[in-house]
């Protein structure tokens, strides 16, 4: 089944060029069928990369899934305008629509204090919304660390240095929902100057940690219910999305690691953790949302 997004939007080419089933908006109004509704809250620089990757993940399921594009106040400075207006809601045009999925992503504004964040006001009343609004919502990286803190006070930590790179992890439960057909361990990329701690997450007890890297730390967490799942890596990176970071880093002297073969700066990165993406979104789709949401999504229970 397809993913529904504008045919003139950036990513409908890209992934038609990659075999992937997109449709467009007026051939799915003929459809008579109940798509998953899928909101992306963006708060990624460069939208249209964000966009194009976590949309791939999204299609490779047999659901049909509906997706809006959401942005806070802030005016993106590497994403044109013309895009911004043409393809994304704002909160207040999407805050009376439910939702059965929500993702919400990362952003480089880690190594500030939440509250200096100038969006940080209008990401607490999305927070709030998405436990009466949507059913199951993904958080990414700062955006996880974002959720955890607001949802549970989870606090964030400052890395000594940057952890930048491609880590091995520990799947810690097999029968997990959303870790079904993953194997004892799987590649995953981070990029992110701050943590949260195991020892932190163990003392709420509405939520599991489902996997976890020796050198990366915690990376997927679930809340009991799988209504909030918190990704602290970027499963949704592009084999060469570190890449393009590499050079900024190093002339900062952060020096990513992992991620080159043999160390090489030449040669093009694995990209090993191409299935494990697929899978998680693929069950985060199929076993926490399409199994449990409610056909009529006026019908959803909030969180408590």
């Known amino acids: 089944m397809p993913i529904q997004i504008p045919d003139n939007l950036p990513a409908f080419a890209t992934l038609e060029e990659e075999n992937i089933f997109v449709i467009p908006d007026d051939r799915a109004v003929h459809q008579d069928i109940r798509a998953l509704k899928i909101a992306i809250l963006n708060l990624m620089p460069n939208k249209i990369v964000t966009e194009t990757q976590l949309l791939r993940l999204l299609s490779n399921t047999p659901l049909h899934v509906d997706i809006d594009l959401v942005q806070t106040g802030h005016i993106p400075k590497n994403t044109p305008q013309e895009h911004m207006l043409k393809f994304y809601k704002s909160f207040d045009e999407i805050r009376d629509n439910r939702y059965d999925g929500l993702i919400i992503t990362g952003a480089p504004v880690e190594q500030m204090e939440y509250a200096d964040v100038d969006y940080w006001d209008e990401l607490c009343e999305v927070f709030e919304w998405s436990k009466h609004s949507v059913f199951s ?33 520990k799947t810690l439960d097999h029968h997990h929902p959303l870790m079904r057909g993953f194997g004892d361990t799987f590649f995953c990329p981070h990029s992110r100057h701050t943590e949260v701690r195991r020892e932190d997450i163990m003392k709420v007890n509405e939520l599991e940690i489902l996997a976890e ?92």
């Open 137 to 169: 919502t993904i958080h990414i990286c700062w955006g996880a660390q974002a959720a955890l803190y607001y949802h549970y006070g989870v606090p964030k930590y400052m890395l000594p240095r940057k952890l930048s790179g491609v880590f091995l992890h």
């Open 213 to 304: 890297s020796q050198e990366a730390g915690v990376h997927i967490v679930s809340d009991l219910s799988q209504r909030q799942v918190f990704l602290t890596g970027h499963c949704e990176y592009d084999r060469d999305t570190l890449a393009q970071e590499y050079d900024r880093d190093m002339k900062k002297g952060l020096n990513p690691k992992k991620y080159f073969p043999y160390g090489d700066v030449n040669s093009v990165p694995r990209f090993n953790w191409c299935c494990s993406a697929n899978m998680l979104y693929a069950n985060w789709l199929n076993h926490c949302v399409y199994q449990k949401t409610p056909y009529d999504l006026r019908e959803l229970e909030p969180l408590e």
